[in-house]
């Protein structure tokens, strides 16, 4: 069947370092993708997206890379801090989002 | 801009009543809503596509009856748990797209349900 998943449900990570948060996908008809963050309580929030015909796209200290040879996505934070704590979903888009399970970033102090 | 919100922010109702959760799309009109399961350290679960002014549109397994929805203007879309069982008790999230061509969706802050 068709599913979004993650390698990685728990990463900690020291304050400053660089986090890197990965997922899988199986539908390689898939052409938008999206990572969410969610905090404890709260509902998703949108952090970065990118098209199929693209392989990275850069925010603001965020960057998702692109494979679709290995039909892999990843979501790299620069100099994570505290409130970067929560957890991150990426998901993908045909119409309707499916989402994957989830990976928790710890950011020790 | 693109503001979801929803009401109540959490809930707790006995068995066998129901609840209606609002989704409001505040600074824009949204064609589409979605409103999504979450349990606890799980992931999304997509419940239904709510589109304005037509029937939802409900994943498999999700009972209809149960969970009704109504969708009458494109700003506000309510989700109704009937006859609510503790199982029911959950996180209940929404979330609205602009547009038939928009890919990208607004979610709102969710809905605590618990049901004693």
């Known amino acids: 069947g068709e599913s979004v998943g993650l390698h990685l449900p728990t990463l900690s990570v020291q304050e400053g370092d660089n986090s890197i948060i990965n997922c899988a996908y199986s539908?390689?008809?898939?052409?938008?993708f999206i990572w969410y963050k969610q905090e404890s309580g709260k509902g998703p929030q949108f952090i970065i997206d990118?098209?199929?015909?693209?392989d990275k796209r850069q925010g603001q200290r965020v960057t998702v890379l692109l494979n679709k040879t290995v039909k892999h996505l990843s979501l790299q934070i620069a100099a994570t801090q505290p409130g970067d704590s929560a957890v991150y979903f990426c998901a993908e888009n045909r119409n309707k989002f499916y989402f994957g399970s989830g990976t928790k970033l710890n950011v020790k102090p | 801009g693109a503001v979801v919100s929803q009401h109540p922010s959490w809930v707790i109702c006995k068995s066998g009543t129901s609840v209606k959760i609002e989704c409001r799309s505040l600074d824009f009109q949204a064609t589409t809503m979605f409103w999504y399961r979450q349990f606890p350290k799980q992931s999304l679960m997509l419940m239904a596509t709510s589109n304005e002014g037509s029937k939802a549109t409900y994943e498999q397994g999700v009972e209809k009856d149960k969970f009704l929805i109504n969708h009458a203007s494109l700003t506000l879309s309510t989700l109704t748990v009937t006859s609510a069982h503790p199982e029911d008790s959950s996180f209940y999230i929404c979330?609205?797209?602009?547009?038939?061509?928009?890919?990208?969706?607004?979610f709102g802050p969710g809905t605590r349900l618990t049901v004693l």
């Open positions: 990118i098209r199929s015909n693209m």
């Open positions: 539908n390689s008809a898939s052409d938008y």
């Open positions: 979330s609205a797209r602009a547009g038939a061509r928009e890919d990208t969706q607004y």
